[in-house]
């Protein structure tokens, strides 16, 4: 995972089809530690107060490296004393074995953090290592690859910051930022011209986007000039045929393909010319990275 060149993102926001804004990476690991420590980690107390202890962490595979500052406000909500070494970097591609970050301090908090703090580390450089992979794949191509909101529940911020850390771009983060106007929605509206003209009515700045599932409704959707239409699991043949129909027209809008997308499939999809490919699973089908603690207790 080497072949692309990446802009390290900021947890302030950017790089997409809207901005994310600020990452709350403490109201997130607030939660996480809530969820975990409850009233007390009980196996903790069983180490004496002033053990102290040093370890690293390193990686058993291949990873794009993301959430050093929620391993980093974990362990600083713990225990101030705790100090972290980082010997990389978010968006860094690490081989199998890399030393990711030493750490010491009092061994009760080290002990009680480990787990969230691997939690968050795993996981978010699972989401980056999948995008990477799609990145590389079309790369050259001149299409862009955006996420979902298929995240998980709570870490949608998060998992989203992963996604720039691997090289691809977000799509709207909620429901608030940009208008979808999908299958249900054409039809409780009563037509996708109707739907698109309140959209319009309402936008208040924020850019339009309607799905279509054929070319008939492609057609329909031109006419309403939304911002960006969704074609949704069209074959190869029809996307080429989409794209064409696009640039012929006087004012073109940005063609976005989206379903069964997978390693295989993608970069032949970003050959047809379209301007952005979305993928739910670079969200919500990640496996978190294979993670080793190891830690040395002093005498």
């Known amino acids: ?22 990452i709350d990476v403490g109201g997130q690991v607030k939660a996480a530690l809530t969820e975990d420590v409850g009233a007390g980690d009980v196996t903790a107390a069983l180490v004496p ?46 081989k199998a074995g890399a030393l990711l970050f030493e750490i010491e301090g009092p061994a009760r908090a080290i002990l009680t953090g480990e787990r969230t703090a691997l939690n968050f580390l795993q996981t978010l450089s699972g989401t980056a290592t999948a995008v990477r992979r799609y990145v590389e794949a079309i790369a050259g191509t001149h299409c862009t690859l955006l996420d979902t909101r298929k995240t998980l529940p709570g870490l949608r911020t998060a998992q989203k910051y992963a996604v720039r850390c691997g090289g691809a771009h977000n799509h709207r983060i909620g429901l608030y930022d940009m208008f ?23 936008s208040a700045g924020l850019k339009v986007e309607v799905e279509v599932e054929s070319l008939t409704e492609l057609e329909q959707a031109f006419a309403a000039e939304p911002d960006i239409i969704m074609l949704d699991d069209f074959s190869d043949a029809e996307l080429v045929t989409a794209v064409a129909w696009n640039r012929a027209r006087e004012r073109p809008v940005k063609l976005e393909a989206s379903g069964s997308v997978n390693l295989e499939s993608v970069r032949r999809i970003a050959q047809t010319g379209v301007d952005y490919i979305s993928i739910g699973a670079l969200t919500k089908h990640v496996r978190a990275i294979d993670l080793s603690l190891r830690l040395d207790f002093a005498p």
Not at 50 to 72: F, M
């Open 1 to 22: 995972m080497h072949g692309v060149g990446i802009s390290r993102p900021s947890l302030l926001g950017g790089a997409g089809l809207t901005d994310p804004g600020p």
């Open 49 to 94: 107060e002033d053990q102290e202890v040093r370890g690293r962490v390193i990686t058993r595979e291949e990873a794009v490296v993301c959430g050093s500052a929620w391993v980093n406000e974990t362990f600083r909500r713990l225990d101030p004393g705790i100090h972290v070494t980082w010997h990389v970097e978010d968006c860094d591609a690490v």
């Open 180 to 202: 979808l106007i999908k299958e249900n929605h054409i039809a409780a509206a009563g037509s996708l011209a109707t739907a698109v003209s309140a959209a319009h009515a309402r």
